[in-house]
């Protein structure tokens, strides 16, 4: 392990639902090794982070990352996330734009959510609360890797299911009901002035392809990379090809 690079800035991954910081141990070894310094937060209500029922809005989340940057000393960042870490990093661009020196959005959209989205998201909530993760966590792993990846890479697989079916149901739920009340991010993103990393599995069913390339599209200074033989976290089926990607975008946005 190198040490950190103070030249640079930290990076910030926020992680998807329903999983914790753990995901990103890959990446925060690359990034680490390459002298980055790496920030890896459980969000409120996930991992080891207290339990929170009820609400939790994306400006909640964005403002507990600022806190936490705060508290580390951390002025600015390379914030990045996936699916609703993407969310939630969109969030913090919008609110704190003056804190983001570079973004990485993976496997996201920033669309508001549909009245329809609406519903889902709020029944899922309760579903959640009512039956706890297991069932969730069974009929959502072959959408969260692609099928061919739950079978051909089963440490992995075990990897994602462990970290759905340990989450807290109360703090899945809260933010479900904050995420079905997000903004639309595409004109904050549209005036982006920081280099931004688009990536997306080649094979993601829940924000494929072509809504990575109508992100990319948005953004002035973006870049679009698919992960090909994944799904929607490419940054754990296919690590070797999403940190490539990663270190590559940082170093060229300096």
Same mark, same amino acid.
């Given at each position: 392990?190198?040490?950190?690079?103070?030249?640079?800035?930290?990076?910030?991954?926020?992680?998807?639902?329903?999983?914790?910081?753990?995901?990103?141990?890959?990446?925060?070894?690359?990034?680490?090794?390459?002298?980055?310094?790496?920030?890896?937060?459980?969000?409120?209500?996930?991992?080891?982070?207290?339990?929170?029922?009820?609400?939790?809005?994306?400006?909640?989340?964005?403002?507990?990352?600022?806190?936490?940057?705060?508290?580390?000393?951390?002025?600015?960042?390379?914030?990045?996330?996936?699916?609703?870490?993407?969310?939630?990093?969109?969030?913090?661009?919008?609110?704190?734009?003056?804190? +983001? =020196? %570079?973004? /990485? #959005?993976?496997?996201?959209?920033?669309? &508001?959510?549909?009245?329809?989205?609406?519903?889902? @998201?709020? !029944?899922?909530?309760?579903?959640?609360?009512?039956?706890?993760?297991?069932?969730?966590?069974?009929?959502?792993?072959?959408?969260?890797?692609?099928?061919?990846?739950?079978?051909?890479?089963?440490? +992995? =697989? %075990?990897? /994602? #299911?462990?970290?759905?079916?340990?989450? &807290?149901?109360?703090?899945?739920?809260?933010?479900? @009901?904050? !995420?079905?009340?997000?903004?639309?991010?595409?004109?904050?993103?549209?005036?982006?002035?920081?280099?931004?990393?688009?990536?997306?599995?080649?094979?993601?069913?829940?924000?494929?392809?072509?809504?990575?390339? %109508?992100?990319?599209?948005?953004?002035?200074?973006?870049?679009?990379?698919?992960?090909?033989?994944?799904?929607?976290?490419?940054?754990?089926?296919?690590?070797?090809?999403?940190?490539?990607?990663?270190?590559?975008?940082?170093?060229?946005?300096?």
């Amino acid at each position: 392990m190198g040490a950190a690079d103070t030249d640079r800035p930290p990076v910030l991954l926020v992680h998807g639902h329903p999983f914790n910081r753990t995901m990103w141990q890959p990446q925060a070894t690359a990034l680490v090794a390459a002298g980055y310094r790496v920030v890896l937060p459980d969000l409120r209500g996930y991992g080891d982070s207290g339990v929170v029922p009820g609400r939790t809005l994306f400006e909640e989340f964005a403002d507990d990352l600022a806190g936490l940057m705060d508290h580390l000393g951390i002025a600015r960042a390379v914030v990045g996330g996936v699916s609703m870490g993407g969310q939630i990093t969109m969030e913090f661009h919008r609110v704190y734009p003056e804190r +983001v =020196a %570079a973004l /990485v #959005l993976a496997d996201t959209s920033p669309v &508001a959510e549909t009245e329809d989205g609406k519903v889902f @998201r709020n !029944r899922l909530a309760d579903r959640l609360l009512a039956e706890g993760m297991d069932g969730y966590a069974d009929e959502v792993i072959d959408k969260m890797l692609a099928p061919y990846n739950v079978t051909g890479l089963p440490d +992995v =697989a %075990a990897r /994602v #299911l462990r970290m759905m079916r340990t989450t &807290a149901p109360e703090g899945a739920a809260a933010a479900l @009901r904050g !995420r079905a009340e997000r903004p639309d991010y595409r004109d904050s993103l549209a005036g982006a002035g920081v280099p931004v990393l688009v990536a997306v599995g080649a094979d993601d069913v829940y924000t494929p392809v072509a809504e990575a390339r %109508a992100l990319h599209g948005l953004i002035p200074r973006a870049e679009l990379v698919v992960v090909e033989k994944a799904g929607h976290l490419p940054s754990l089926e296919r690590p070797d090809a999403f940190n490539e990607a990663l270190l590559g975008f940082l170093a060229s946005a300096g």
